[in-house]
């Protein structure tokens, strides 16, 4: 079996496609752990895994932790906001008393591009990237990825489409970065001030109107207005925007007619998707994504720690 030759995961930016692969296949077999009556394995007992999240996290944080707990890993979560950080605490001086504690796995999340890449240079424990300012979102962009592969049996070939915030979005990042190296046509769709002016260079099509991205895709990702990173008004109005960038009944219907909706969450209903859309069973994936995002993590976790020797 191929190992996963990373001490870290900091980006899908520096991964290969063998390594992908193996992290998808790999998370494919943790699935069917969920689906036990006792959700549980020995494969990680006596490691122990240190959630240290900076930012608010609902889906994130809490499927790390128990993808963790799932593999029988001691699991600690810790907030900045609980921590010494709210005493001046710097994040390097963190790192060094997170080291002396021995932990195997350091998961990070940061307000701060570059953060996790800090952390990794500083300690010898495995960090893994859980979004770092605008720049990348490895988990999110893997589990995204097997949720792809699951409902359309492939990516290579696909259309997919990501609409929205892009400039402050580090999950399009990381999504693009992946998708593309996987053979997917990958376009985007946002309002002109939400476009990074390079984002073609990405190998990437970008549009400013939802209509002229979203012709025959097979997938439509559809992301949240990153209101916290911005740091002024870059667009009139909530209701502006969403008379011109939610995803609806009318408008979905220019895109193939098995078209699968994704939403990383937070989902903010009626701005960027409408609610009978993120509902409905026959085309939107959102629940399906949560579910791969605890198997993704468990295979990270397990591969890190040297469960593929």
Known sequence: MMKLGKKDILGIQDMTVDEINLILDTAESFLEISTRDIKKVPTLRGKSVINLFYEAST?????????????????????????SVVKG?????TARTLEAMNPDIIVIRHSAAGAPH???SLVSQSIINAGDGAH????????DMMTIKEKKGKIAGLKVAIVGDILHSRVARSNIYG????????????PATMLPRDIERMGVKAYTKLENAIPDADVIMML??????????IFPSLREYAQH????????????????VMHPGPINRGVEISPDIADDPACSVILDQVNKG?????ALLYLLTGGNE
């Open 59 to 83: 889906r994130t944080r809490t499927s790390f932790e128990i993808a963790g707990k799932r593999l029988s890993a001691d699991t600690i979560n810790i907030s900045a906001s609980t921590s």
């Open 89 to 93: 605490e710097t994040l390097m001086d």
């Open 118 to 120: 800090l952390l990794a």
């Open 136 to 143: 990348e979102h490895p988990t999110q962009a893997l589990l």
């Open 245 to 260: 960038y939610c995803l609806n009944r009318k408008n979905i219907k220019l895109a193939k007619n098995d078209v699968i």
């Open 294 to 298: 605890v198997a993704v993590r468990m």
């Open 179 to 190: 998708l593309s190296k996987m053979g997917a046509q990958v376009v985007i769709a946002g």
């Open 224 to 233: 949240r207005i990153q209101l916290e990173r911005q740091k002024q008004n």
